[in-house]
């Protein structure tokens, strides 16, 4: 009897054993194999991306099946170019660019928005008198000749009641803390508040800010993630299960940023060190922005890409209709 319930106990163990095998090669494929998917970031690492190193880390792509390779752009205009090529599987961009890609037929679409609020605001020293966009007539503004930025500061200053045309943009690159900083600028635009704004302030410089959503700019996506056309439809439920991955990403450094953070710091680039104090504060800022509330983590509003688009319509920073509708998914 003892020898009959020894061998029906193995055989029991052999079984488990046997499913928790089929089980996790569902997961990961057949034979047990990840697949292989390629992410450009925006920039390099910074708190903004917290979520998918910590995904990496615990394990959550690899329960999805997933071996994700997360590269650093070796310039700006990389992520969006590449995925169009399917160079890549997946980039993080701006909701904006997006929907200027689209209008010039270039297909690329949104599979989710990561921080729901715009980053780049309108900076001033703490004591200056600017008070509201229709003060900057006559001042100069430093941006990193991006159209977009133009753009947003054209119709802070008319939706305030100033004159758009008596603003001076002055173009100092990406040198715009050195800008702010020697008040060789009155203003600053593209620089972000969970970057600059801290860096300026970190160095002795306090600043202001003034939210283009408050003064006729969409309350746009600063970031979003895109993939191509082409891309989803060879490969959705790749996509679904990196969704999937990077919301459990989200909710671990929600709920413990301390370790996000920590996680974060092993993964900075050499060529672009992290000041761990700045990224702190920096994700204190970005948790409640990514957050969707009700919604899951990267939920997108048809509204808000419908906004966008007239917006950049009225601004010609597009210069067709783009249907909005096109220029998303939610999984």
Same mark, same amino acid.
């Given at each position: 009897?003892?020898?009959?319930?020894?061998?029906?106990?193995?055989?029991?163990?052999?079984? !488990?054993?046997?499913? $928790?095998?089929?089980?996790?090669?569902?997961?990961?494929?057949?034979?047990?194999?990840?697949?292989?998917?390629? !992410?450009?970031?925006?920039?390099?690492?910074?708190?903004?991306?917290?979520?998918?190193?910590?995904?990496?880390?615990?394990?959550?792509?690899?329960?999805?099946?997933?071996?994700?390779?997360?590269?650093?752009?070796?310039?700006?205009?990389?992520?969006?170019?590449?995925?169009?090529?399917?160079?890549?599987?997946?980039?993080?961009?701006?909701?904006?660019?997006?929907?200027?890609?689209? $209008?010039?037929?270039?297909?690329?679409?949104?599979?989710?928005?990561?921080?729901?609020?715009?980053?780049?605001?309108?900076?001033?020293?703490?004591?200056?008198?600017?008070?509201?966009?229709?003060?900057?007539?006559?001042?100069?503004?430093?941006?990193?000749?991006?159209?977009?930025?133009?753009?947003?500061?054209?119709?802070?200053?008319?939706?305030?009641?100033?004159?758009?045309?008596?603003?001076?943009?002055?173009?100092?690159?990406?040198?715009?803390?050195?800008?702010?900083?020697?008040?060789?600028?009155?203003?600053?635009?593209? $620089?972000?508040?969970?970057?600059?704004? !801290?860096?300026?302030?970190?160095?002795?410089?306090?600043?202001?800010?003034?939210?283009?959503?408050?003064? $006729?700019?969409?309350?746009?996506?600063?970031?979003?993630?895109?993939?191509?056309?082409?891309?989803?439809?060879?490969?959705?439920?790749?996509?679904?299960?990196?969704?999937?991955?990077?919301?459990?990403?989200?909710?671990?450094?929600?709920?413990?940023?301390?370790?996000?953070?920590?996680?974060?710091?092993?993964?900075?680039?050499?060529?672009?060190?992290?000041?761990?104090?700045?990224?702190?504060?920096?994700?204190?800022?970005?948790?409640?922005?990514?957050?969707?509330?009700?919604?899951?983590?990267?939920?997108?509003?048809?509204?808000?890409?419908?906004?966008?688009?007239?917006?950049?319509?009225?601004?010609?920073?597009?210069?067709?209709?783009?249907?909005?509708?096109?220029?998303?998914?939610?999984?």
């Amino acid at each position: 009897m003892k020898k009959s319930l020894l061998i029906l106990f193995s055989l029991m163990l052999i079984l !488990l054993s046997a499913c $928790g095998k089929e089980t996790a090669d569902k997961a990961s494929g057949s034979n047990g194999k990840l697949q292989k998917v390629s !992410l450009m970031l925006d920039w390099y690492p910074n708190a903004v991306h917290s979520f998918l190193f910590a995904a990496e880390e615990k394990g959550y792509f690899k329960e999805q099946g997933l071996d994700v390779d997360i590269q650093m752009p070796a310039d700006t205009n990389d992520p969006l170019r590449l995925v169009a090529a399917d160079k890549i599987d997946m980039a993080i961009s701006y909701q904006p660019e997006v929907l200027v890609a689209r $209008g010039e037929n270039i297909p690329v679409q949104s599979i989710a928005a990561l921080v729901r609020h715009p980053l780049n605001q309108l900076m001033v020293a703490a004591d200056s008198p600017i008070q509201s966009p229709k003060d900057l007539a006559g001042k100069s503004i430093g941006y990193p000749t991006i159209p977009l930025d133009e753009a947003i500061i054209q119709t802070m200053v008319k939706a305030d009641g100033g004159d758009e045309k008596k603003v001076k943009m002055v173009d100092v690159g990406w040198d715009l803390i050195p800008a702010m900083a020697t008040k060789k600028i009155d203003a600053l635009i593209g $620089g972000y508040i969970n970057h600059e704004k !801290l860096l300026l302030e970190k160095e002795g410089h306090p600043i202001r800010t003034l939210n283009p959503a408050d003064y $006729g700019v969409p309350d746009y996506y600063e970031l979003v993630l895109v993939a191509s056309e082409k891309g989803l439809k060879e490969k959705n439920d790749v996509y679904k299960k990196f969704i999937a991955a990077i919301t459990k990403g989200q909710k671990f450094v929600a709920d413990h940023p301390e370790e996000g953070l920590s996680i974060l710091m092993k993964h900075e680039d050499k060529t672009s060190p992290l000041e761990e104090d700045i990224e702190t504060k920096s994700l204190e800022i970005l948790l409640p922005l990514m957050d969707a509330k009700e919604k899951p983590f990267g939920y997108q509003d048809p509204e808000t890409w419908e906004k966008a688009a007239q917006w950049l319509k009225t601004t010609k920073m597009i210069n067709q209709e783009v249907n909005a509708k096109d220029a998303f998914i939610n999984f």
